[in-house]
């Protein structure tokens, strides 16, 4: 059984993780933390040119969806009625173009069928923090136009999140009360 989904979208560094956990803490339903980063930290040891290969991005696109799959059945999901997703296969196939140079087909295939009943889009107004694992603030704007070039040309609806943390959870919140749950706020 599918449930609705809420995905964060955005470049490193915009607060998707975090708005990830404030707001599946709001609502008392599970999130699904974003594969690629536990990937890297295990095996890369940072996100760097040269360090990947195609397939790694296939991998990790096919553990996303698989991890989306498993939090589904979650019975605070089923409570709650929605998942929130800190990013998606298709944010995977977006880094496979930052890292490979091209756009990969078959990446972008494993989001193909996969709905999401809320897209948010993090800003980039928050500042950029290096945790030793990030790529590096000079290609946010490039990410961050990139991710909604992507979603505007399959007419994948969104929304931007900006502001501090409690400002963005309240956006995020007000979204999620009347595209989710149906409440007029």
Known sequence: MSVAKVRIL?????????????????????WVPEFGR??????KGGF???????????????????MEDEAEK???V??????VCDTDAL???????????????????????RTYALTLLSSMDVP??????RDGER?????TARFEEVLESRNLPFHWIEGNQAERLEQASKLVEVHILGRAR
């Open 10 to 30: 955005g470049a490193e560094s915009t607060g998707k993780t975090t708005l990830a956990r404030d707001l599946a803490a709001r609502y008392h339903t599970a």
């Open 38 to 43: 536990a990937y890297t930290e295990a095996g």
């Open 48 to 66: 760097s040119e040269g360090l990947w290969v195609s397939e790694e991005f296939s991998i990790i696109a096919n553990a996303q969806n698989r």
């Open 74 to 76: 979650k019975p605070a």
């Open 78 to 83: 089923m409570k709650a009625g929605f998942l």
């Open 91 to 113: 944010a995977t196939a977006v880094w496979h173009e930052r890292y490979m140079g091209f756009w990969s087909r078959e990446v972008a295939k494993l989001a193909e069928g």
């Open 128 to 133: 950029f923090v290096q945790d030793g694992f």
């Open 139 to 143: 290609l946010r704007r490039w990410m």
